[in-house]
């Protein structure tokens, strides 16, 4: 049954297909840093969702009630309909900050240092059946 | 979505002389010890005299530029206050130019935060001219630069499509007389540029005429070049202008699996200069691609007129026909012909499967290659073994 986007579940899920994956946990073995993934939703208010990753294994996920309460390492901003693209493999994750259309807080270098395992974070997230309405 | 950008270009014959017509009051000029030697930074000084413009000269640039370079070169151009900064050389003059054109626009800033993504507001102080002397790494062409951290030994990759370079003098007088060995090196990069940009998963409309024509010019006047020098300035002014369309072609798509390879085995090898080691890898890559039905070896190789029914025969013609080309201009094909020993390449193999698996270039590529597959690449650049996997 598909998980809604941006919620607790679905992150959650996520987490879930991280730790399970041995491409990710390859990928990101040397990964240290922590996300806010802000999903902007227009006239509603954005929803924050943290992950926790760690050398190959995501440690924590929830979705975020006060922003405020967390200072993670990086934050990777964008309307609904890009974060679609960019999961549903329309636009490279790198590109995608590179162009602006993901808008990223945080050390660049060290993102652009990592595209496996950004690619295998995006590959997880498409195992996440997930409802975008 | 994507984005183009280049400098405004002057290129052929006497291209220089654009210098005369510049507004501006003082110019900082970067570059090494061996161009100062040439006499080259005086025909720029020259020029620069006939516009009113003043100008002083940095000449400490060293292959690998370092941070610790850039950050001399800007405060020198804090005391002078130049309104434009001229990067003369190869790719690392030009590079170590505009790190300190950046540094020297914001003093206080830590080079590890240049990127894409980060709004610096350049040009408040001066604007930057590249005039390459080699042709080339095309580093006059984008903003990419790599310094060396000699303190905290480590690389830094930095960039901003607002250090693209406002001008870029493309004139062959620079190259001459560039030695032949360097001038095979650095030209048969210019191919690998074209060739990757061509065929990663970067490319785009805008950069694919350039690709394809940027692979004609060197098929056609490289071997013209290394073979008649000076003698044949219509091929060194093709080269150069080759180098420069490719390098419009790096930054605008991208490299790909040649490079990371070269990179990775660079690093180890290091009597093997960029352009000898990266398109050593090229046609292994060609094969590696083109075995899993990916690449668009076919207009390439209409491009160049080569056998070109399908994807595998179009492959296989590009693949030899660039070993061709490589044997022409006295470039090794192999790394045990370019003089590594088998215990080198056995001790280094770890090392460089490492770091060609998480490479950026390594994912730019058509096909990205498993861990063990890089292993067989590496193996099959040692011995010239084909890539039947």
Known sequence: MAIPFATDEWIKALQAELNNSDAYNKAAATWEGDFYFIVERGADANAYLYLDLWHGKARDAYAVIEPQSLSPAFELSAPV????KVLGKKIDPIRGIMTRQL??????????????????????????????A | MWFFKCPEFYFGPDALSHLETLQGQRAFIVTDANIAQLGYVETVQERLTTAGIESRVFAEVEPDPSLQTARRGAAAMLDYQPDWIIGLGGGSSMDAAEAMWILYEHPGLDPASISPVVDLGLRQKARFITIPTTAGTGSEANYAVILTDTEEQRKLTLGTREATPDLAIVDPYFTLNLPRQITADTGIDVLTHAIEAYTCTWRNDFTDGLCLQAARLVFTYLPRAVAHGAADEEAREKMANAASIAGITLGNSSVALAHALGHSAGAHFK????????????PYTIEFNANNGDGRYQDIAHALHLPAEDEQTAADSVAQAVRNLMR?????????????????????????VAKTDIDANTMMSSRIPETEEIEKLLRCAYTGAPVDF
């Open chain 1, 81 to 84: 309909d890009i974060w679609q």
């Open chain 1, 103 to 132: 808008k990223l807080k945080g050390n660049m270098m060290k993102v652009m240092k990592a595209p496996k395992a950004a690619i295998e974070m995006v590959n997880c997230a498409t195992m996440v059946p997930t409802d975008w």
């Open chain 2, 271 to 282: 009597q093997l200069p960029h352009g000898r080691i990266t398109a050593l890898f090229l």
């Open chain 2, 328 to 352: 022409a201009i006295g470039l090794p094909l192999t790394l045990q012909e370019a003089g590594v020993s088998a215990a080198e390449f056995e001790a280094a193999l770890p090392p460089m």
